[in-house]
């Protein structure tokens, strides 16, 4: 049984047991076009940002991957991805998870309990159970959040396995991010007040940059930056294919070049341009800038021979990429040059803030606030010092919201349990001899939400977490051991998914 798709390439497996291995490979498309359409769901309603959005999303991927594991055991095939290729970052995030669990807790020691709890039952005059948490209910709902996310990133691990999936699961990303650039410059060229929903209006107002189906356009940009990155690394990989048939002769490489962005460049190059520019007419500064080191990272990755190939060619197609990056930026970046001569890169009001965040984590430097009550421990530290106008919900750094919430000890904890995967995609990028590209764009795509929830927090907007989660997942699935889930043939191996091949 074998398909073959635009991008990757034949879908099949030769050995033995073909009525159980036809049903499997039909259970994990079947699990990956559901994933891909979770996946698109999920930016439309306001980037997921609300209530609602959350429960469904946490219904849907979380109840995906419990499917997911039923039909291994009734399959009775093991993880294609063993758990002990994440077992460091898997251990500790079960430790976080029982943390905030304790944290939630009515029974943890009176000591431990914040003060609030005692001082709200003093001025009702009735008992109150207390905990180490300020807010139980933000607890619960930060800790849904992230099991969602957890349970995104465990899917697309284990359904990444193969990499045509892994790069069928990319390129549906690219095409997602495509989609809503395209819908964001309808709006701000068609709609009158530059938004798609009304309601996104009624919460943030009229925009004269684009916002796609986000409330803000920061969340957007980084949206955007995690499919452009994508769908450059796949075109450079397509152009380093077809060149590394095209022979010696540069007259002859320039002509593959312009060949290859005639045919089969054409469609990767249209959801490109679309969402470079949407992203540029973003105008968001963090996320344009931390998008740029995106791009640094997946340039310097990409700079290095690979097994057979040629510098020649890898010059010329991070040349090729280069200019085409920066010819988009010269003719589509005049609202961020307007922004940044109206704004310029400092804020004033977010240093002030990180200021009074880290002076409450080092109030609590061990037990916390409990995990997402920033919004409810912020009032309590904010002083003269912030403009008495507006609400801050939000730290705009996640960093110090997670040691906030959890406390350094165990805020670290769920920072590492991220950063080592990343490495597993940096070291997959640069030792594996072949099939690079999906590590390196996870590792890129890992720098740009890493360095833009320093200043915002669009990593706390599910739309951008889950997205990125479906990427790092990839990213790690292919990083990993090759003699257990690479797609080349292995000697002697009894794992069935370790015997296609591409």
């Known amino acids: 049984m074998a398909a073959t798709g635009h991008f990757g390439a034949t879908w099949g497996d030769p050995e033995s047991r073909q009525g159980r291995r036809a049903f499997a490979i039909t259970t994990e498309g079947v699990f990956l076009a559901l994933f891909v ?6 930016p439309f309603w306001f980037g997921s940002n609300t209530l609602i959005a959350w429960g469904i999303n946490a219904v849907v991927f979380p109840g995906l991957a419990a499917l997911y594991e039923l039909s291994l055991v009734v399959r009775g095939l093991p993880h294609p991805v063993p758990i002990r290729r994440i077992g460091l970052s898997a251990v500790m995030l079960a430790v976080v998870v029982l943390w905030v669990l304790v944290q939630n807790a009515t029974w943890t020691p009176a000591g431990w309990q914040h003060p609030i709890w005692q001082l709200a039952a003093d001025a009702l005059g009735q008992e109150i159970a207390g905990s180490i948490s300020v807010d139980r209910d933000l607890t619960s709902l930060a800790l849904l959040r992230l099991m969602t996310a957890a349970s995104a990133f465990w899917l697309a691990l284990q359904l990444s396995h193969h990499a045509a999936r892994a790069r069928l699961l990319l390129w549906s990303v690219v095409g997602i991010c ?18 798609l929903f009304a309601e996104v209006t009624a919460i943030a107002g009229p925009s004269k940059f684009v916002t796609s189906t986000f409330v803000n356009q920061n969340h957007y940009s980084t949206f955007a930056g995690i499919g452009l990155i994508a769908g450059v690394a796949g075109l450079l990989r397509l152009y380093r294919q077809e060149l590394g048939r095209s022979g010696r002769l540069w007259r002859l490489k320039i002509a593959t070049l312009i060949n290859t962005t005639g045919s089969k460049a054409a469609l990767p190059l249209a959801f490109a341009a679309v969402i470079m520019t949407g992203l540029l007419l973003s105008g968001s500064r963090g996320g344009i800038i931390a998008t740029a080191l995106g791009f640094f990272a997946l340039f310097a990755l990409n700079v290095h021979k690979k097994a057979g190939g040629s510098l020649r060619n890898e010059a010329l197609v991070l040349l090729f990429g280069a200019l085409g990056v920066a010819a988009a930026f010269v003719f589509l970046s005049d609202l961020l040059v307007e922004r940044l001569r109206e704004s310029g890169l400092h804020d004033t009001g977010r240093p002030v803030v990180w200021m009074l965040t880290i002076r409450s984590i080092l109030s609590a430097p061990l037990l916390g606030f409990g995990y997402g009550t920033f919004s409810a421990v912020f009032p309590m530290f904010r002083d003269d010092s912030v403009s ?11 960093y110090l919201e997670i040691f906030q919430g959890l406390g350094l000890l165990f805020g670290a904890m769920l920072i590492a349990c991220v950063a080592v995967l990343v490495w597993e995609c940096v070291k997959g990028a640069r030792t594996r001899q072949r099939r690079t590209t999906i590590p390196v764009i996870a590792a890129s795509v890992s720098l740009l939400v890493g360095t833009h929830a320093l200043v915002d927090f669009s990593l706390q907007i599910q739309a951008v977490t889950l997205t990125y989660m479906a990427v790092l997942g990839a990213g790690v699935a292919q990083a990993c051991d090759p003699a257990l889930i690479d797609d080349v043939p292995v000697a002697n191996s009894t794992n069935d998914t370790a015997r296609w091949r591409i």
Do not use: E, Q
């Open 388 to 398: 008495v106008w507006g609400i801050w919900d939000k730290a705009h750094n996640t």
């Open 37 to 42: 359409c979770g996946l698109a769901w999920v």
């Open 178 to 195: 495509a989609s809503y650039a395209a819908a964001g410059i309808f709006a701000l060229g068609f709609m009158p007040n530059g938004r």
